[in-house]
């Protein structure tokens, strides 16, 4: 049930303001998690995902998750070993993060409580008119890069956010991708409607003005990322970034070989060609078909638990599950069932496995003698149902749980707060990007991935809108049709949907880290 009105929801702050005289919210521990039993959690989740969202909040701050002067995100920042305080902020980011600080906002303009308990604890009231006014800024920084950088066609590729004007960062010269974009897209599309849901005219006039933008992409998107027969190419080289799309010597050639064909997140963009790349309907075929040899059918089989039938994974990281919080999968019931099964295997898993967490895709732990995080972590999930088997699983994150919360936020909050007790599991900035699982080393670093898919789990993601705006633009009827199409061929009868979610059973070990100071 969305809230279309304003004024129901000052009701709702009022209510909040008054119940505190100074109007300032009272300030949970930085260290709430273990002051949450389990049991607790379970029976009623919301206290803790009220002190949650006060955390992960902190991380909303300038220089640290995002720029006040351009609107645009940051990629996250580092923190210091022993305190907890922020040290070196990463510069740059993407089209990912972007998409999950857009993903936020909506719920901000929808009213959501939650989400101004987030942006805006001591003025709940405020958190609209804050995210109004950082996308108006937002939108002004996206149309002068389309204006330096032309060659883009609209979409971004990963640019340095710390000047005033983004530039590509120097890895990203002349190329752009088209995952990260698919994410932003689809969270613009439903930002858009959340804020013509509301009364307000300014808001209606940016909703317009984002709509510009996010069209402008649609009469470039096939031509910078579709190469004809169903090939979409994950990344682009670009021949002069500075030229526009149309000018005789631009051109763009996939790099390498790599398509973006998988059945995972990749699939936003595939969504965004196939409804909006002015594609003919044999191409739109050749779209799918080209996808449909990796989408496939797997039994997990493991201790006691199985065989429960899931979507084989890359790595069965939960990163992968991204497109369900952008678009309305979830409407079609064979969809919405093997994704349940896959929370159970995910859940289940760590307990048979006997690991204090769950994985996913993540930075590795700090080297405390200089600071630096040691590096990236792709292949984590489940090698057994997995395409790649070969997987590093030493560390664990808490935003390895955002999949499990859009089913059941008891039992994915369990197990977020099953690592946020490990210490220096939590920080200032809310969640700690990862632990080892023997206890030994943790990741002193806070990003928009490790921190805000589980807060946009929380707060449900945003089909609500996207399936209202594809409603109203004639989309969904095939949308479903295509989704449907494409896993009822491969999922029919499902094995293990009796099978519970599984509760952690093992706890990061203490091997002598000492928490973050600045955090108690
Ligand atoms: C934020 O970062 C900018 C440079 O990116 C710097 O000029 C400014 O002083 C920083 N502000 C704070 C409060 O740290
Ligand atoms: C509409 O939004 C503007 C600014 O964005 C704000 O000043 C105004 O109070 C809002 N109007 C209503 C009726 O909420
Ligand atoms: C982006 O730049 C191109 C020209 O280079 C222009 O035609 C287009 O209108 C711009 N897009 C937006 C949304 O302003
Ligand atoms: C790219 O295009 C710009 C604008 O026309 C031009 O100034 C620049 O020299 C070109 N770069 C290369 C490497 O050709
Ligand atoms: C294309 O590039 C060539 C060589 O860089 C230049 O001579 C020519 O004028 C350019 N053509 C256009 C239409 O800009
Ligand atoms: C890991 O680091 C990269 C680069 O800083 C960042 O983009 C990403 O969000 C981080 N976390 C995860 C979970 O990927
Ligand atoms: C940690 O940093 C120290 C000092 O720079 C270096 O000697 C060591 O090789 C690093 N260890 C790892 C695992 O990167
Ligand atoms: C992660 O760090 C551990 C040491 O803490 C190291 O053994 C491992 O190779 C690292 N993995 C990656 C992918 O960086
Ligand atoms: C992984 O996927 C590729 C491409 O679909 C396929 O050729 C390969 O057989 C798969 N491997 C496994 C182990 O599933």
Known sequence: MRVTQTSSLALTWAALASALPSGQAKVPSCRFASQHTQQQVLRDPSNFINDLLYWEGQFHQNNVSYNTANGMSYDGTNIDWVTGERTVKHPFSAASKESLQVMLYTHAIAGSAE?????????????????????????????????????????????????????????????????????????????????????????????????????????????????????????????????????????????????????????????????????????????????????????????????????KGYWFSSHETWKVMEMPYYDVDIIRRVY????????????????????????????????????????????????????????????????????????????????????????PYGSTESTRVDGTGASALVTWDSKITTVNAILGGVTEWTRQKMKSDGLYEEFISIATNEYSSVFKDLKGEHVNFCLPEETVPDAGLEDFTLCV
């Open 115 to 311: 989400a101004a308990r987030f942006l805006s604890p001591n003025n709940p009231a405020a958190a609209p008119e804050m995210v109004v006014s950082i996308m108006e800024t937002k939108l002004q920084t996206y149309l002068r890069f389309n204006e330096t950088y032309p060659g883009f066609g609209g979409f971004l590729p990963w640019f340095t956010s710390s000047t005033q004007d983004l530039t590509p960062t120097w890895d990203w010269v002349n190329r752009v991708p088209g995952l990260d974009n698919g994410e932003l897209l689809w969270a613009v599309y439903g930002f858009i409607q959340a804020l013509e849901n509301t009364n307000n005219a300014s808001y209606k006039e940016l909703a317009s003005k984002w709509q510009t933008w996010m069209d402008y992409t649609k009469t470039t998107a096939a031509q910078i990322f579709y190469k004809g027969n169903g090939r979409v190419c994950s990344v682009i080289d670009i021949k002069n970034q500075s030229l526009p799309v149309n000018d005789p010597n631009q051109s763009y050639d996939c790099e390498g070989t790599g398509l973006l064909n998988d059945p995972y997140e990749g699939e936003l963009f595939t969504f965004w060609l196939n409804f909006f790349g002015g594609l003919s309907d044999a191409d739109k075929k050749a779209l799918w078909a080209i996808k449909r040899p990796q989408l496939v059918s797997v039994d997990y089989d493991m201790g006691n638990v199985g065989p429960v039938t899931v979507q």
């Open 340 to 427: 349940e099964n896959a929370e159970r295997v995910r859940t289940c898993n760590s307990v048979v496995t006997k690991v204090p967490g769950m994985f996913a895709s993540v930075n590795n732990s700090t080297n405390s003698s200089n600071g630096q995080v040691i590096g990236y972590i792709s292949n984590a999930g489940i090698p057994s149902i997995s395409n790649q088997t070969v997987q590093e699983l030493d560390v664990i994150t808490p935003y390895s749980v955002f999949p499990t919360i859009l089913f059941n936020k008891a039992v994915g909050l369990a197990w977020w707060r099953n690592m946020a007790i490990a210490k220096k599991g939590q920080n």
